[in-house]
């Protein structure tokens, strides 16, 4: 049906940078907003940053100034600089997808994680 397939975490020392990238296949009619969220050991998932159709975005207070979020029709990018201890977690893709043409219903869809670490 549809895929989400991330790409692009692993091991960086504080003060570097990580560049997430997750692509979306499949029976796709329309995409609507699209994000990152994460999720460290013992805590919930939170939203990193969205991205709407339109190109509007939102961030995390706590990685404004320091991550960006970028969008290219089915893939969206997210760049992790001046990376923190704090920001190691599982980073999940996740996109709002509609998936016909006569169904205006769309749900939301999730990528399998990738790991970031942040670690001298």
């Known amino acids: 049906q549809v895929q989400l397939v991330e790409s692009g975490g692993g091991l960086v020392q504080p003060g570097g940078s990580l560049r997430l990238s997750c692509a979306a296949s499949g029976r796709i009619f329309r995409i609507n907003g699209m994000g990152w969220y994460r999720q460290a050991p013992g805590m919930q998932r939170e939203l990193v940053g969205s991205?709407?159709?339109?190109?509007s975005t939102n961030y995390a207070d706590s990685v404004k100034g320091r991550f960006t979020i970028s969008r290219d029709a089915n893939t969206v990018i997210l760049q992790m600089n001046s990376l923190k201890p704090e920001d190691t977690a599982v980073y999940y893709c996740n996109a709002n997808i509609r998936t016909s043409s006569v169904s205006l219903s769309s749900r939301d869809y999730w990528g399998q994680g990738t790991q970031v670490t942040v670690s001298s």
């Open positions: 991205i709407t159709s339109g190109g």
